[in-house]
């Protein structure tokens, strides 16, 4: 059977799992397709891919799986869509920061939801897709569903108190990897390396050290960074200079910054559901 899979919203986000789906679409018998709510997505290099712009109830109501892929500051017409044209039957799932499942239980309700946290890397199925528990996995095509996300990395199914931490962990995390490599490669350069050869040799020691950390699960950072750093040496002498800046500390602080903006944007939501009861 051929299922039909609608992402509505075509930004940043639908254009990974669409280049991480394309080339898997027939062994998954799956129909994808794009809903866009204006031209913008030309300037975003779509051709290769099924895209409707406008509102297009036929591809709604034949959507068997729809992924919800806007802000969430849109999130209200995207889901009044849902509620007006989608199958009652289909299966909803959300990529949005900071939503609840209880909010979007509220907004859809009765339907079979699912809550998830992609990061970019799904485009290259490399991704890292947190999924939370929730009766949404019991849907017929949820294991159909599971076995489209493993064509784009790595799944992790958890308790749904771990998904805005992980929101700031790992949706965002690769924003700050870019932030290292464009730091080193930055450096490379400032001592002589030409700028393209200095991005490579950035982004091929990240891939690589994290190759090596995933191959060795049971070593610690610290055992990870011993192999590298030996006493006295170069790596010792930027490590020392790191701690001097405290960059550790602040790398923290940053991702636990991200982590209370997704908690913060759950609880407002709440609210202004609550509010909005309160009133009608
Ligand atoms: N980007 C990431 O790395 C990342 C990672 C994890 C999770 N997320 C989540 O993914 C979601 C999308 O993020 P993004 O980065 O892709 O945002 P984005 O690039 O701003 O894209 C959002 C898209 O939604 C469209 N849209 C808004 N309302 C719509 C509607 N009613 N019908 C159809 N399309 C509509 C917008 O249309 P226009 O083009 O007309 O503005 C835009 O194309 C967010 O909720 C975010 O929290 C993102």
Known sequence: MMIHLTMIGSGNLTKTFVLGWIPHLDRLHMNLSVLARSEKYRQRGWEAIPIAPGLNPEILKAANVIILSVKPKDMGSALKEIRTYASPESLVVSVLAGISLSTLTDELPGRAIIRTMPNIAVAVGQGTIVVAESAGLEHALWPWFKQALDYLGHIVITDESLVDPATALS?????????????????????????????????????????????????????????????????????????????SNSLREAVLQAGAKAAGMSMQTTRVQQLTKEES
């Open 171 to 247: 949706g965002s995390g690769p924003a700050y990897v870019y932030l290292l490599l464009q730091a080193i490669s930055d450096a490379g350069q400032a001592m002589g390396i030409p700028a393209e050869l200095a991005r490579n040799l950035a982004v091929r020691t990240v891939r690589g050290a994290a190759e090596v950390a995933l191959d060795n699960p049971e070593a610690s950072f610290d055992d990870l960074i011993s192999w590298v750093a030996s006493p006295g040496g170069t790596t010792q002498a930027a490590l020392d200079r790191l701690k001097q800046l405290q960059v």
